[in-house]
């Protein structure tokens, strides 16, 4: 599986943006794609996740109510949609695929996008 993240960009807080990842390679109903971010300076972390199969939706506490993740099977693409957006929220928002089920930790990932930069100024 490959992954092609693309969205980020430059935001005012309070603003939006829409991150989006394309798979490529097969996507089962057991897979779970999710976004992990890092904030400069600071470790990866969990931000959201998706059920292929399912749909359930799962969120760090921070970003609750704020940020939506969502999929387009047809696409085999996953969205983040991230409003009300805080200066807490620049990292680099990572793409990621867990073919086996969910996990809140990167090291069960194993297929990572490359990576893009949201930055939400003050």
């Known amino acids: 599986v490959q992954l092609q993240a693309s969205g980020g960009g430059l935001v005012q807080a309070g603003g939006s943006l829409r991150l989006s990842c394309a798979a490529s390679g097969r996507i089962y109903s057991s897979t779970v794609m999710a976004w992990f971010r890092q904030p400069p300076g600071k470790e990866r972390e969990f931000a959201a996740a998706?059920?292929?199969?399912?749909?359930?939706?799962y969120y760090r506490d921070s970003v609750k109510g704020r940020f939506t993740i969502s999929k387009d099977s047809a696409k085999n693409t996953v969205y983040l949609q991230m409003d009300s957006l805080k200066p807490e929220d620049t990292a680099i928002y990572y793409c990621a695929v867990e073919r086996n089920g969910l996990s809140y930790r990167e090291v069960d990932y194993d297929y990572w996008g490359q990576g893009t930069l949201v930055t939400v100024s003050s």
């Open positions: 998706i059920r292929w199969g399912s749909g359930n939706r």
